[in-house]
């Protein structure tokens, strides 16, 4: 597609279930970012991933979070033993190169999570 | 690390007026500079972005950003403001050195509502 893909858009879970987030990049992005969005909090940086280089995993805010990319492409956010804190919005975004080489992050629309 | 403040959590300015939105950062040397609006239902979008050189930015619809190193600021004006302005605004910092090379940090946000 012509975007970043993300999916499910909406995924409401119960606390203690695990849930997967998927996206799908830019065809050709190298870099691929997780952010997360809560009410007032603004965007939360969660993990980065550049070429095949080992991936910026900083922001991964406790070890029931996790994320791989497969083949350099599509990428999955793994969140285990959902609690109620983690429902947010999750955003995921796909550069050319380096942010700091190209200077500009392409989102998608952001997959919705609500943990009851 | 470096750090981003947007000290106005919501701004209402009158359709026509003009518009200045505020932007402090903490980063050891000048850091990558980045605004970017968030419209209701839609992801993210560059507005533009602050490299190096010319202090003042152009960027898309109308929106300007002035860096200025002695105040830590990149604030976004424009002079005439649109009821499509209405949105959410995000100012972001990047590391131009360091472990954190490569993602992106944003401020909480400042929500824009435009009266007619």
């Known amino acids: 597609g012509a975007g970043v893909s993300q999916s499910p858009s909406n995924k409401v879970t119960e606390k203690g279930k695990d849930v997967e987030l998927r996206c799908d990049p830019i065809?050709?992005?190298?870099?691929l970012y997780w952010y997360r969005q809560s009410l007032g909090q603004g965007l939360e940086f969660l993990i980065y991933?550049?070429?095949?280089?080992?991936?910026?995993k900083s922001g991964l805010p406790s070890d029931r979070f996790s994320a791989e990319r497969t083949g350099g492409s599509v990428s999955t956010l793994t969140i285990q033993r959902t609690q109620q804190e983690d429902s947010a919005v999750y955003l995921c975004?796909?550069?050319?190169?380096?942010?700091?080489?190209?200077?500009?992050?392409?989102f998608g629309e952001g997959s919705r999570l609500t943990v009851l | 690390a470096q750090s981003v403040t947007q000290p106005d959590i919501h701004i209402t300015v009158s359709e026509g007026a003009s518009l200045e939105l505020r932007c402090n950062y903490s980063?050891?040397?000048?850091?990558?500079l980045f605004w970017y609006v968030q419209s209701p239902g839609q992801g993210l979008q560059l507005l533009l972005k602050?490299?190096?050189?010319?202090?003042l930015v152009q960027g898309i619809k109308g929106f300007e950003a002035e860096f200025k190193r002695s105040q830590s600021s990149f604030n976004l004006r424009k002079p005439s403001v649109h009821w499509s302005d209405a949105a959410e605004y995000f100012c972001?910092?990047?590391?131009?050195?360091?472990?954190?090379?490569?993602?992106?940090?944003f401020g909480k946000g400042t929500k824009l509502s435009v009266k007619p």
């Open positions: 975004a796909s550069s050319l190169r380096e942010i700091t080489n190209t200077g500009e992050l392409f």
């Open positions: 065809s050709g992005h190298t870099a």
């Open positions: 991933f550049q070429g095949n280089s080992a991936p910026d």
């Open positions: 980063y050891g040397a000048t850091p990558y």
């Open positions: 602050y490299f190096s050189g010319d202090t």
């Open positions: 972001a910092v990047g590391a131009r050195y360091g472990g954190s090379q490569g993602n992106l940090i």
